[in-house]
């Protein structure tokens, strides 16, 4: 099991950004990262993924073009870039990882990840 310490959330106006951390306890050579959002009475929702032993990454569409997922294996952090924030982005953000053993396994699934930090709020007005 690996902790997880998510940091950068905070309030913005729509059209701006904000970058996400999540600092794992140790280190992840093939682990599927992926960032996770939740609004108050919707269901938790993939984000965007990536699978550390390549760099590979996903992406819901909802985020595409607009978020950017990177690592840096150092520092054992993977970050989550927001840009063109929308009212609609308003969520509690999470980290999350899993094993992967090769970059197929990596999707968007809540439901597949087993390590799970905290979260940090995310919060964008018109």
Request: hydrophobic fraction near 35%.
């Amino acid at each position: 099991q690996v902790q997880l310490v998510e940091s950068g959330g905070g309030s913005v106006q729509a059209g701006g950004a904000l970058r996400l951390s999540c600092t794992a306890s140790r280190y992840f050579s093939t682990k599927c990262m992926g960032w996770f959002r939740q609004a108050p009475g919707r269901e938790r929702e993939g984000v965007a993924a990536i699978y550390t032993g390549s760099g590979y990454t996903l992406y819901a569409d909802s985020v595409k073009g607009r978020f950017t997922i990177s690592q840096d294996n150092a520092k054992n952090t993977v970050y989550l870039q927001m840009s063109s924030l929308k009212p609609e982005d308003t969520a509690m953000y999470y980290c999350a990882a899993k094993p992967c053993a090769w970059p197929g396994w990596l999707r968007l699934y809540a439901s597949e990840y087993g390590d799970w930090g905290q979260g940090t709020q995310v919060t964008v007005s018109s």
